[in-house]
């Protein structure tokens, strides 16, 4: 799985790893059953420290997306979709939320955000089917 951390972000950076694996989940990039990246495993990958790795991973079970599995490490939980798809509803809820709160305070119209939101709607589908075509043709999911 291909981790996108921000250290500079808003976001702490354990919570930018809850987010995303919530989001894997819910796009069914991670199953239930499907192992996760050890704690130190993910933390070489990243070049993060160890505890910030477990506390994402101690979050995620707190969540009820992931479980501990005897001496071999942490699963994605088999019921853990429909959390991980309510989860990614609300946050991007919030984000659109932000971003209207801030473009109405700026002096947006709402039909120059419609706009917007249509042209950027394109343009992601379009970014997202070109990635798709070249991981097919590539040999490789994304």
């Known amino acids: 799985m291909f981790f996108s951390i921000d250290p500079n972000g808003d976001v702490p950076i354990?919570?930018?790893?809850?987010?995303?694996?919530?989001?894997?989940?819910?796009?069914?990039v991670l199953v239930g059953g499907q192992m996760v990246a050890s704690v130190r495993q993910l933390a070489g990958e990243l070049a993060i420290n160890p505890n910030t790795i477990a506390r994402a991973y101690q979050q995620l079970q707190s969540d009820l997306v992931l479980e501990p599995l005897r001496g071999r490490g942490m699963v994605v939980r088999r019921d853990a979709i429909k959390r991980c798809t309510k989860a990614r509803n609300s946050i991007v809820a919030d984000g659109v939320s932000r971003a209207l709160a801030?473009?109405?305070?700026?002096?947006?119209?709402?039909?120059?955000?419609?706009?917007?939101?249509?042209?950027?709607l394109s343009r992601q589908s379009q970014l997202i089917q070109s990635n798709q075509a070249n991981a097919s043709e590539n040999g490789t999911s994304t």
């Open 102 to 120: 801030d473009a109405l305070a700026g002096g947006m119209s709402p039909d120059e955000l419609r706009e917007l939101f249509e042209a950027e």
């Open 14 to 28: 354990y919570e930018q790893i809850v987010r995303q694996i919530k989001l894997a989940v819910a796009d069914e």
